[in-house]
């Protein structure tokens, strides 16, 4: 109630709520930057993943997810993340691992920290203005396309679960 409150007094006063860090770039895992604010306008669903973990499987789901709406704009951005001492030694590896096992084409990270003061200031600003956090890997996060977070889902929430396909095909309309 008090964010609420708090969000209402900000536009009241004309000041701007602060918003997601969606400019900050990520090393990208083929070389080269990402940036979320590359797809301003589409609906994002970035992950945090690891390639050593129980729910590394979700890796096809995240795959298939992708192939079935990218067409209509949508954009999964993987992002392994060792915070959880399950990803593998190196970027390289991950990649290999992940196009070997996986057919993994979708954007993907160089392996990022994802929690603590040195995480990357997307999901710094994630924990500062959602209070949001992952908790383990494969924690998701669904981005609109004005760039505020619409959803956030535990690891245990398969990526093609109709919680999930839901509320992207309710974006993509």
């Known amino acids: 109630m008090l964010r609420i409150i708090t969000l209402c007094s900000l536009l009241l006063m004309g000041e701007q709520a602060r ?3 969606l400019d900050a770039p990520f090393g990208s895992i083929d070389g080269g930057t990402l940036s979320l604010s590359e797809w301003h306008g589409q609906p994002v669903l970035v992950v945090n993943t690891a390639s050593q973990c129980a729910f590394t499987r979700q890796y096809r789901g995240l795959q298939d997810l992708y192939d079935r709406y990218r067409n209509r704009g949508l954009v999964v951005v993987a992002v392994p ?8 030694a190196s970027n390289e590896e991950v990649r290999d691992f992940c196009e070997l096992q996986y057919g993994i084409d979708m954007p993907m ?6 929690t603590g003061p040195d995480a990357h200031p997307f999901f710094r600003s994630l924990q500062t203005e959602e209070g949001f956090t992952p908790k383990w890997n494969f924690n998701k996060v669904l981005i609109g396309p004005e760039g505020t977070v619409v959803k956030t889902y535990g690891s245990t929430v398969h990526p093609l ?9 309710a974006l993509l309309k």
């Not at 679960?161 to 095909?169: D, G, K, L, M, N």
């Open 161 to 169: 679960s109709p919680s999930v396909t839901r509320e992207i095909e």
């Open 81 to 88: 993340s060792d915070d959880f001492k399950q990803e593998l």
């Open 109 to 114: 990270s160089v392996i990022t920290r994802v």
């Open 19 to 21: 918003a997601l860090e």
